[in-house]
């Protein structure tokens, strides 16, 4: 077996290109750039088995199938050595929530916590850098509105991500 299929399996909701590009740059700005190996993300599962990939794409398949959930990028909110933009999304809990049901029985502890999406926008920086960037940010901060298109399904190489599949929603389901 080759490396990468032996990588666990990260799913993530793909942020519209407006929403996307704003965040992936707020990133760029402040994540520090040897720790920023992957974008702007929203994730909803941390660590699925590898061996698992094919029940893993029907179950992304089977919860595509409504419409794309709308994404509110709300408050910003300081982590430890960072910060992150805080999501409200009940469109996209409904789909964590139908996907932990399928992935019950692989979820890791991580995984299994209450659903609390986010941006990270900055992490592992020094706290003085992290009280900066979120003083700077928090000045002109206005929350706004996207959409989730997609869902991503990746792998995880130690570091970086490798994009497996995008599974967009479709809006069919009644």
């Given at each position: ?35 920023n190996l992957i974008p ?15 029940s893993v794409e029907a ?116």
């Amino acid at each position: 077996m080759s490396p990468s299929t032996e990588a666990p399996l990260l799913i993530t909701a793909e942020a519209d290109p407006e929403s996307f590009a704003r965040l992936d740059g707020l990133r760029r700005r402040y994540f520090p750039p040897e720790r920023n190996l992957i974008p702007a993300h929203v994730s909803l599962f941390h660590h699925l088995p590898p061996r698992e990939h094919m029940s893993v794409e029907a179950a992304l398949e089977a919860a595509a199938g409504r419409a794309a959930p709308t994404l509110h990028f709300g408050r910003l909110r300081r982590l430890g050595r960072g910060m992150a933009v805080d999501v409200e999304a009940p469109g996209l809990g409904a789909v964590h929530q139908e996907l932990s049901r399928a992935f019950a029985r692989w979820l890791t502890p991580q995984d299994q916590q209450p659903f609390r999406p986010h941006v990270t926008l900055m992490n592992k920086a020094t706290p003085e850098e992290a009280t900066a960037a979120f003083a700077e940010l928090s000045t002109g901060w206005a929350s706004f509105d996207g959409h989730a298109p997609a869902l991503l399904l990746w792998r995880y190489l130690g570091g970086p991500w490798e994009r497996v599949r995008r599974v967009p929603f479709t809006g069919l389901a009644g």
